[in-house]
């Protein structure tokens, strides 16, 4: 296989076709995937990994890429004239990275084309061109890659490829690495619009995604479902720009026949961070030490959350303890003798769990982006049916994926913790214990609804510079989410619920969200590796406060979803309708009164 430059960006320039028997397929790529030296009458196998297209194809598939057809045009494409799709694909080079690809979609009617093939027997034909990265450049790259399919149509001839062989080149001449670092990235990427759409339950999402779940997303067409997914993940700082390495990588379990030291490095890259709930930190072993002793003596004071203190109460247990409940107390540094099993049991679990070893080599001074999609949680813009099996892996922990097939809502509750439909601004969460886990409380629905006011409020401008100011904007959208996150991981690293008034400051964002994220490799690799500004991080909510009649107000706003409305709709529209009929019953039923009185008249 011919492979591009290390330093190019673009990779690949692709042309995928849709075939009225064969369905999509590959029919042109630039750089040349490699081609079939014998006839297609001649039987031979394919070199090893590469997948043959079609009885005359000159061109093969990477097995790794052997989907890739499906990603270009998506399912239900014969319903629009265009349509554009971001994808990922795992690396050819390293299957422990991934690329990125940008589709966009075309449809033209087959009388217009000045060359048609003997196989072009339908009144149109569907075609989209590819672009291959190796950087999550998306908006960049599809705006001129429109350009460039507009261009390629224009044409009315297929055969003419030159302008997509120089489209490759121009590309690569153009785009590098430096944009990954300005406001550029994130062109077509509109927090705004995903704000507006979703208004309150952004926040859910936001929650939703740090919780490592799996979460379905579902729209048509596929620009705005794709779209949707990569605006959301831009929420989290750098996530776009480093965070998304590993996203189409399905990484493997522990070796079974690992006997080493929990705490020895291990040498090739594993899901090292296994069972995730048997993870015990240092403010878990706590709280579940107070809870026995709690349960032992309702007068035992809580115990100091100090790491200081948690080392010597932990030392003390190399010896047998010589003192029972009545004895001692936690004030002397020493634990009662029968909570004695629940540490050591609660220190033991902790000693053998394999440690999170970080994955992402780029973050920046603050430890972002949070490795949410690394380590086998998987994140895909979109996926065709053919990948229907992939989301019913039981050996992925956790994805992010898009679909358009109404086939995925089969039987979805059987994969997914969550059902995200982008068209209705809807979030299903099937599960009691992660409904209660993303119950947004009052400070999280202040902090939701001053994002949804000002987005309202900036989009309500009707002058020539709509979008474009900074309160209500793109950018000061994701800042306000950045503050909410620093916020929330500064109090859940420096707070613990064995203190009263820290346990408030938890509950500020929901405890049982709290508790669960600890759980997640994303929260314990950054906790573990404590990042070089850790001072800078805020303790306590953005929007804390007493409650007030704004939060009713927010409550209320939060609680009204799309299917409400509708209904609510109808009902007042049911409501009009028969006050209608009751205005004409009655205008009749007077008429016929009026008439029965005059004609009483007329007889006295």
């Known amino acids: 296989m011919e492979v591009p430059k290390e330093a190019d960006v673009v990779l690949y ?81 390293d299957d422990s990275r991934t690329v990125f690809g940008i589709s966009c979609y075309r ?30 450049l998306y908006g960049i790259i599809e705006a001129k890659l429109a350009l460039i399919t507009h261009a390629y149509f224009e044409e009315l001839d297929f055969s003419k490829v030159q302008l997509l062989e120089d489209t490759y080149n121009q590309l690569n001449e153009s785009l590098n690495e430096k944009l990954l670092m300005e406001s550029q990235i994130f062109v077509g990427l509109s927090v705004r619009d995903l704000v507006l759409r979703f208004k309150h339950r952004v926040l859910i999402l936001f929650k939703l995604l740090l919780l490592e779940k799996r979460v379905l997303v579902y729209s048509s067409p596929v620009k705005l479902l794709s779209s949707s997914i990569i605006s959301l993940i ?12 590993e996203s189409a990588c399905h990484g493997p379990d522990i070796p079974e026949d690992h006997t080493g030291d929990a705490t020895e490095p291990l040498s090739t890259p594993i899901l090292d961070d296994k069972p995730q709930l048997s993870f015990v930190s240092e403010m878990d072993l706590l709280e579940e030490i107070n809870s026995a002793l709690t349960m032992t003596d309702d007068t035992a004071t809580p115990l100091d959350f100090s790491k200081s203190h948690l080392a010597m109460n932990i030392e003390s247990f190399d010896e047998p303890p010589t003192s029972d409940v009545g004895n001692s107390s936690p004030s002397d540094g020493q634990m009662p003798g029968d909570v004695a099993s629940v540490v050591s049991e609660s220190v033991t679990r902790q000693v053998k769990t394999f440690p999170v070893r970080p994955s992402l080599t780029k973050k920046d001074e603050y430890g972002f982006p949070l490795e949410v999609f690394t380590k086998g949680y998987i994140c895909h813009p979109y996926l065709s049916l053919a990948y229907y099996d992939l989301v019913n892996d039981p050996s992925i922990p956790g994805f992010l994926v898009g679909a358009t097939n109404q086939l995925f809502l089969h039987h979805h509750k059987k994969f997914a913790d969550a059902l995200v439909d982008v ?84 509950d500020s964002y929901n405890y049982a969200f709290i508790s669960a994220w600890r759980k997640t490799k994303n929260f314990r690799i950054w906790n573990e590796n404590a990042p070089a500004k850790m001072d800078e991080f805020p303790i306590g909510h953005p929007c804390s406060g007493e409650y007030s009649v704004s939060d009713i107000k927010a409550k209320v706003n939060s609680m009204i979803t799309p299917e409400r409305v509708k209904k609510l709709s109808a009902a007042v529209n049911a409501v009009n309708e028969t006050g209608k009929v009751l205005q004409q019953t009655t205008k009749s039923w007077g008429g016929t009164v009026s008439s029965w009185i005059s004609g009483l008249r007329k007889e006295t």
Request: hydrophobic share 35%; proline share 6%.
């Open 107 to 136: 449809q033209i009617d087959a009388d217009k084309l000045l060359k048609k093939d003997s196989d072009v027997t339908r009144e149109t034909v569907q075609k989209s061109v590819c672009v291959i990265s190796r950087l999550p």
């Open 423 to 506: 068209a209705e601004g809807k979030v299903e969460v099937y599960s009691p214990n992660l409904k209660l886990q993303l119950h947004l409380t009052k400070e999280d629905l202040r902090f939701a609804d001053y994002v949804v006011k000002m987005v309202i409020d900036e989009n309500s401008r009707d002058d020539v510079f709509h979008g474009t100011g900074w309160e209500g904007g793109e950018e000061w959208v994701r800042s306000q989410f950045r503050i909410y996150l620093m916020s929330m991981l500064g109090t859940s690293s420096h707070c613990s619920a064995l203190d009263k008034n820290q346990k408030l400051v938890l």
């Open 13 to 93: 320039v692709l042309v995928v076709g849709f075939h009225h028997k064969k369905g999509c397929q590959l029919e042109y790529a630039y750089p040349p995937f490699p081609k079939l030296r014998t006839s297609p009458t001649t039987t031979t196998e394919a070199s090893p990994g590469l997948i043959p297209l079609g009885e005359n194809a000159e061109l093969e598939l990477p097995d790794a890429w052997k989907h890739l057809p499906s990603l270009g045009i998506p399912d239900g494409a014969h319903k629009y004239q265009s349509d554009t799709i971001y994808f990922h694909l795992p690396s050819l080079v």
């Open 234 to 245: 831009s929420l989290f700082p750098e996530m776009v720009e480093h965070g998304l390495v």
